[in-house]
Structures are given as structure tokens and as C-alpha cells.
């Protein structure tokens, strides 16, 4: 098993910038991929970013790209999510996930385990 807690969270005006981290906890973390997904008021869970074992290979859905970087520390079994210029539209709960990635590193069913996540919301 293993547990996952994110922190980060907060209210940050448009244009800013926020950084998440999400601890692991239990196995060890460098064993699986990571990835944040985000879901907002009324939508559906939505893919952010991916980051694999090796801390170097990466996935971000389009309409992040370019604004949000994933990157981990297998030393300290943090998983991280850095976002800049950030948009009213980024409103949402983030969630970390971890997983042994067979498929896509975009599904949310190729991860077995979940935090609780942590609010971000952006003021226009």
C-alpha cells in the first residue's frame, strides 16, 4: 500500500504562481509512476501530468503545457506540481496518484492509489 497526502493548496490571484506536493508514504515511491489529476466543481476528473520512475520522462495534457511542470524526488517520496501563470479555469481540487503504469500514463484507472487531494482556487 500507499498513501499519498498533498499540500499546496490555497487561493492565489490570476497570473500567480503555486506549488503542490504530494507525499508518499508506505512502499517505496520510486517503484511507480506519478501523476496529477485535477477535477473541478460539476466536471469530471481530469489528467494534469504524469511523471514516470526515472524522475525524467513526462506527460502533460495540453492545456497545461507550457504552464505546469511535474517533477519528483524519489529520495524524499514527494511527488511535485509547480504552476505558473495560473487562470481562473485552474480552479480545482489536484489529487496525486500512484501507480505501476502498464498503459497510459493519462488514464486515471492506470493508478492504484489516491490522495484526498488539496483545493486550488484562482481569483479573476
Known amino acids: 500500500q500507499v498513501q499519498l497526502v498533498e499540500s499546496g493548496g490555497g487561493l492565489v490571484q490570476a497570473g500567480g504562481s503555486l506549488s503542490l506536493s504530494c507525499a508518499a508514504s508506505g512502499r517505496p515511491f520510486s517503484m511507480y509512476s506519478a501523476a496529477w489529476f485535477r477535477q473541478a466543481p460539476g466536471k469530471e476528473r481530469e489528467f494534469v501530468a504524469a511523471?514516470?520512475?526515472?524522475?525524467?520522462?513526462?506527460y502533460y495534457a495540453a492545456s497545461v503545457k507550457g504552464r505546469f511542470t511535474i517533477s519528483r524526488d524519489n529520495a524524499k517520496n514527494t511527488v511535485y506540481l509547480h504552476i505558473d501563470s495560473l487562470k481562473p479555469e485552474d480552479t480545482s481540487v489536484y489529487c496525486c496518484?500512484?501507480?505501476?503504469?502498464?498503459?497510459?500514463?493519462?488514464?486515471?484507472?492506470?493508478?492504484?492509489?489516491w490522495g484526498q487531494g488539496t483545493r486550488v482556487t484562482v481569483s479573476s
Open positions: 511523471i514516470k520512475t526515472n524522475a525524467i520522462t513526462t
Open positions: 496518484a500512484a501507480g505501476v503504469v502498464w498503459g497510459s500514463h493519462g488514464t486515471s484507472s492506470s493508478y492504484n492509489y
